[in-house]
């Protein structure tokens, strides 16, 4: 496999220099940028999220990732959001703030606060793995590592029927205290809510599949 170049786009989200880390041991040429064209060019796009939904989105939309999204899925160039970057793919989040903020509405649903014993959600947890992921390959029964309080508690996009049920979404879920989605896998965008670059060596595998995936 010919080396992949990989953008981590930022769009001031925090520390991200472990993802940038992890992409290069399993292989990936890796830029960290806010540049439009060289996330538009580069085989594979990272969208990174730590901390407070809304201000990550809209950190996202001052760097136009909403457009750079787009225009990558409309030619089937990948897409992989991490932790709080794929909570913003979806609707819009009740996270506490003094105003709504919307989300990039890739997907249906809304991020809510994790109903549990203890939040935020902190440490390693096994996942739920859907029969023929292409991300979880050869990592469906381990734990990975995950930070947070919100999370998507239910996936509500209709399960596609006849010719098209060759290429549903497969969602991956997992429980702390309830169920929610841990990750999916949706053509050329994929998303997970744990941190695969903390995630040792399983998190590892998981990105070097979707490396080898561009």
Known sequence: MSQRHVVVLDHGSGNVHSAVRALERVGATVELTADRQRALDAHGLLLPGVGNFHACVRGM????APRIIDVRLSGGRPVLGVCVGMQALFDSSTEPSGTTE???????????RLEAPVVPHMGWTEVDVPRGSSLFAGV???RFYFVHSYAVRSWTLP????HFAA???KVTTATHGDRFVAAVENGPL???????????EAGLHLLENWVRSL
């Open 61 to 64: 939309r001052a760097a136009d």
């Open 102 to 112: 919307e989300g990039l509405a890739e997907w249906p649903g809304v991020v809510e």
């Open 140 to 142: 469906e029964s381990e």
């Open 159 to 162: 399960e596609p029927t006849g």
């Open 167 to 169: 290429v549903a979404p």
């Open 190 to 200: 994929s998303a997970t809510q744990f941190h695969p670059e903390k995630s040792g």
